[in-house]
């Protein structure tokens, strides 16, 4: 069973940055594919990120690319997502998930996280 810790969630001014990242425990972390997911208010969730088990592979949603980088430490068991040029729509819960093996923009997820918070001020 994957636990999954999301934090640096918080507020900031349209335009800004905000890196949040992802701690992992209790499992083989460099055998799972990670990524984002958010929901907006009164949005359903949708993916925003994915990167591979070795990251060699990444890919976002059309929405975030260019703005939005993901990257894993995994001798610190710990996902980053990179936010840049952030806009008052990406305010959402953003959640972090995993899947064993690959799964390609985490279509197949197994675990998730409890979500953290991020509001971009206009």
């Known amino acids: 069973q994957v636990q999954l810790v999301e934090s640096g969630g918080g507020l900031v001014q349209a335009g800004g940055s905000l890196k949040l990242s992802c701690a992992a425990s209790r499992g083989t972390f460099v055998a799972y594919s990670m990524g984002w997911f958010r929901q907006g208010p009164g949005k359903e969730r949708e993916f925003v990120g994915f990167i591979s088990p070795s990251g060699d592979r990444t890919d976002f949603a059309d929405s975030v690319k260019g703005r939005f980088t993901i990257s894993r430490d995994n001798a610190k068991n710990t996902v980053f997502l990179q936010m840049s040029s952030l806009k008052p729509e990406d305010t959402a819960v953003y959640y972090c998930?995993?899947?064993?093996?690959?799964?390609?923009?985490?279509?197949?997820?197994?675990?998730w996280g409890q979500g953290t918070q991020v509001t971009v001020s206009s």
């Open positions: 998930a995993a899947a064993f093996g690959y799964s390609h923009r985490l279509r197949r997820t197994d675990y």
